[in-house]
């Protein structure tokens, strides 16, 4: 069972989704959930089948005190690094909140202070507390169906399938038609032996 808040007042959990991925942005969500939120099932999005998220999805929108996601796009992943991306895509999210948060847990070990809202980063935190999890939720299946409607204008990258993670499949593509505007051109897009 994860916990639910550290502290009084309103505690937002962010997490990201995509960091490890060729093309596509990086997407953050910030939750800030109810104090009397339990929810059994919620957990890691990444120990969660595709039904289960999209189940939990609605029950967290339905839920939270508050709730964004933002993305950053591959040019700005090229520009600034993926870890840059991905707290920038947080910062993002948290200041879409309405209200604001008074406590921001972080999934991860990296973070830039918010404003001057105390934070803290707890690894592999999306499986500790309810509102990172919650976050990490929103992030993989907002930014899935972001890869899913872009795979109907690209089908060769097979981007509803692999959400433009590095699979055999997106990497022939890449190989024998090149890449997107969608691509992160500062990533490795083909190993050395293609």
């Not at 209200?99 to 918010?114: A, E, Q, S």
Request: proline share 6%; aromatic share 6%.
């Amino acid at each position: 069972m994860l916990s639910l808040q550290l502290l009084d007042g309103l505690e937002a959990g962010t997490d990201e989704a995509g960091r490890g991925c060729l093309a596509g942005p990086v997407t953050a969500a910030a939750v800030i959930l109810p104090p009397n939120f339990n929810e059994p099932l919620l957990n890691d999005s990444k120990k969660l089948t595709e039904k289960q998220r999209q189940y939990l999805r609605t029950i967290i929108e339905k839920s939270a005190l508050a709730f964004a996601v933002a993305h950053c796009t591959p040019k700005e992943v090229d520009k600034i690094n993926i870890l840059n991306a991905a707290i920038k895509a947080m910062h993002k999210a948290i200041h879409k909140l309405d209200p604001l948060p008074t406590h921001i847990l972080v999934d991860g070990n990296r973070f830039h202070p918010f404003k001057k809202i105390p934070h803290q980063c707890i690894i592999k935190g999306d499986g500790k507390y309810q509102n990172i999890a919650a976050a990490s939720i929103l992030a993989k299946t907002y930014r899935d169906d972001l890869m899913v409607a872009l795979d109907q204008k690209h089908p060769q990258y097979d981007w509803k399938n692999n959400k433009g993670y590095p699979t055999k499949k997106h990497r022939e593509a890449i190989g024998s038609v090149g890449i997107t505007a969608h691509h992160r051109k500062t990533f490795r897009l083909l190993p050395e032996q293609l």
